[in-house]
């Protein structure tokens, strides 16, 4: 033991600093969550059951995808009460194009409002023909996160194979990326990055503090998506540390599109897997 008169003021205040930044890294959490599309076939037949038996195998929150926009108010007050009493959250939302639009934005915007989410996640573009229609979308999306900065919300867009794909030289998420505000989320699907042959951890630190939430989506080449988390080819310890160093990571969503086992015990062992290849 190191007699307290023999502390020099400057050791002791190193001591004294380093010791909250220690505790505050060892419980720094990032929240791991459910795609619902993973459990599509269950959450239409019953949705409150289904969301349930998520937050019972210990997912910390849900990502809703397009169906969502259908409800009322009252469902998504529904909805965001059983939430909170299950102790779970809904970061964001998955959507079509359309909610994009100046007539469907302010029902985006109330719906997401009630549920808490913090983001309006783009699914999908639609038919682009080319890098001009890109940069329509990016203007679209950044006018969009204009709007919903008020709400404290923001936008961002989810890529799947077609964004990475070579279009007059450019990849479609090239332009995303260069042609968006900095608020405008860039949700990675791991999968699909992985089945267009790009490197996931490259996309996340060449666009640092953007990478806000990942689909976290196994891929192999015999068998695509039908693979559970850490059976495919994702170098998921890389994605990790780059996620949580460069790419602003705020939580996870495993997705899991089909498998040899049903699609509840599919999640499960996926995030078991997942935490697993976390914390080793």
């Known amino acids: 033991m190191i007699h307290p008169n023999l502390l020099s003021r400057r050791s002791f205040l190193a001591i004294a600093t380093a010791a909250p930044l220690t505790l505050a890294a060892q419980t720094k959490r990032i929240p791991i969550g459910l795609e619902l599309y993973s459990v599509r076939d269950q959450l239409k037949d019953d949705m409150t059951g289904t969301v349930r038996a998520v937050a019972k195998l ?105 964004e990475f794909k070579q279009m007059e030289g450019k990849r479609p998420m090239e332009i995303l990326a260069a042609n968006t505000s900095k608020d405008v ?45 850490g059976e495919g080819v994702a170098p998921w310890k890389k994605i990790i540390e780059a996620a949580e160093k460069t790419g602003g990571i705020e939580y996870y969503l495993i997705e899991q599109e089909g498998a040899d086992v049903p699609p509840m015990e599919a999640a499960e062992k996926c995030l078991a897997a997942f935490k697993k290849i976390r914390n080793s």
């Not at 994009?100 to 997401?112: M, R």
């Not at 992985?194 to 990478?211: T, Y």
């Open 185 to 229: 989320v860039l949700q990675l699907d791991v999968g699909t990055a992985l089945e267009a042959g790009v490197d996931p951890v490259a996309w996340i630190n060449a666009n640092p503090g953007r990478i806000k939430s990942m689909h976290c989506k196994e891929w192999s080449p015999a068998k695509g998506y039908r693979v559970l988390t």
């Open 58 to 162: 210990g997912y910390e929150c849900v990502e809703f995808y397009s169906p969502y926009f259908e409800w009322t108010t009252a469902q998504a007050k529904d909805v965001r009460k059983l939430l909170d009493d299950l102790g779970i959250t809904c970061p964001s939302t998955h959507n079509s194009a359309s909610s994009f639009t100046d007539a469907n934005l302010p029902k985006a915007i109330e719906l997401n409002s009630i549920l808490g989410s913090k983001y309006v996640i783009m699914a999908s573009a639609g038919k682009v023909e080319n890098l001009d229609g890109w940069k329509a979308v990016a203007e679209t999306l950044t006018k969009a996160a204009e709007k919903l900065k008020s709400a404290g919300m923001s936008a961002g867009f989810h890529n799947h194979q077609t």
